[in-house]
């Protein structure tokens, strides 16, 4: 039986982001539904549109409409001992059954590319997906290896129905990474930012290697962006999303033009001096934000001493004496 909706899911398909599309497919559609055939659990429920997908992080666009771009959300169900599987049962048959049209857009048959991202999902199975934890919680050593990709699938979106608040507890207690970790990162980052780019780049053009050279200036691209995204101390995204993310941030975000220039240029003789300047200036502007955040104490343009600098800011002992690229 189909929960009641207003009629804007027959309406013609509009121009909507997928987490607005979400939030009012909710809205319209799935908190009738949870209040009507589930006012015993709807608050230990939490809902929302999080995870992986485009539209998770607001990067959606009509691009991204050609596959996984439906009116849908996800339902994170308690662990297995709070909620029955019969429960669990009756909320998916109870989520298919809502109506496969809204504003336009349709939801598919068959389930999306990368498996389930929406409908009901148990919050222990999409936390230890990502962290290896069901609920969570990470050692040292786990913050150490895990890819950022993940943390920022579990903190991005939007819940739109928090229920008992523990999701919403530990996408707060996920959404920055510990101090020593961070500087840890930092102090990697910018010592390969300097090999790279302060460094390599030239040498690789004194041996007539312009390929090399290249690689030079995607590597030092790849943890420049590393590097302004732990200064805003922000997750760093999966790459085909990272520049459209750091065009977004506060500090340091106008520096996309700057690093995009350096990708997309050839490495001809009318172009290396300005790449050497553009990797200069951008070293200059890593170590005034540096410097503004008291993460340094040397005083230079060299990348590299900044590196050793920032590690020796690291509290835990264990961790500042392991090798500089532990984190890498």
Same mark, same amino acid.
């Given at each position: ?42 608050? !230990?429920?939490?809902?929302? +549109?999080?995870? #992986?997908? #485009? ?12 596959? @996984? ?15 029955? !599987?019969?429960?669990?049962? !009756? ?11 809204? *504003? ?5 048959? +068959? ?23 069901? @609920?969570?919680? +990470? ?11 993940? &943390? ?27 101090? @020593? ?8 980052? $910018? $010592? &390969? ?11 690789? *053009? ?15 691209? !790849? ?12 997750? $760093? ?8 993310? /750091? ?12 690093l995009e220039l350096l990708?997309t240029t050839d490495n ?13 200036? /951008? ?32 509290? @835990? ?7 500089? *690229?532990?984190?890498?």
């Amino acid at each position: 039986m189909h929960t009641p909706c207003s009629g804007a899911q027959c309406a013609p398909r509009q121009t909507v982001k997928g987490l607005e599309l979400s939030r009012r497919y909710f809205e319209a559609c799935g908190a009738p539904m949870l209040k009507a055939q589930f006012p015993d659990w709807a608050d !230990r429920l939490a809902v929302g +549109l999080v995870g #992986s997908g #485009s539209e998770c992080f607001g990067f959606d666009d009509e691009v991204s409409q050609d596959h @996984d771009f439906e009116p849908g959300f996800c339902i994170f169900l308690p662990e297995e001992d709070e909620l029955d !599987r019969r429960t669990e049962f !009756r909320l998916e048959r109870a989520y298919a059954a809502l109506p496969k049209e809204f *504003l336009g857009f349709s939801r598919p048959r +068959l389930s999306p590319v990368g498996g389930n991202r929406r409908g009901v999902i148990r919050l222990g199975d999409f936390l230890e997906a990502r962290t290896g934890s069901r @609920d969570g919680s +990470l050692s040292p050593e786990r913050w150490l290896r895990l890819e950022e990709q993940y &943390l920022a699938e579990i903190v991005n979106g939007e819940l739109f129905w928090e229920g008992d608040g523990t999701f919403a507890g530990i996408r707060e207690r996920l959404s920055r990474q510990p101090a @020593d970790l961070r500087c840890k990162k930092l102090a990697g980052n $910018l $010592l &390969l930012m300097a090999q790279a780019g302060q460094y390599n780049y030239a040498r690789c *053009l004194a041996h007539g290697e312009p390929a090399a050279a290249q690689l030079a200036v995607g590597e030092f691209v !790849r943890r420049a962006i590393a590097v302004i995204f732990l200064l805003n101390e922000r997750y $760093l995204p999966y790459y085909k999303w990272q520049f459209r993310a /750091l065009r977004q941030l506060p500090l340091l975000g106008g520096e996309a033009e700057t690093l995009e220039l350096l990708l997309t240029t050839d490495n001809g003789k009318a172009m290396t001096r300005a790449k050497q300047d553009m990797m200069e200036n /951008l070293a200059s502007a890593v170590i005034t934000a540096l410097q503004d955040q008291g993460l340094t104490e040397a005083v230079c343009g060299d990348l590299e001493k900044h590196a050793y600098s920032v590690n020796d800011r690291i509290s @835990d002992p264990a961790l500042r004496n392991a090798h500089i *690229l532990t984190a890498m």
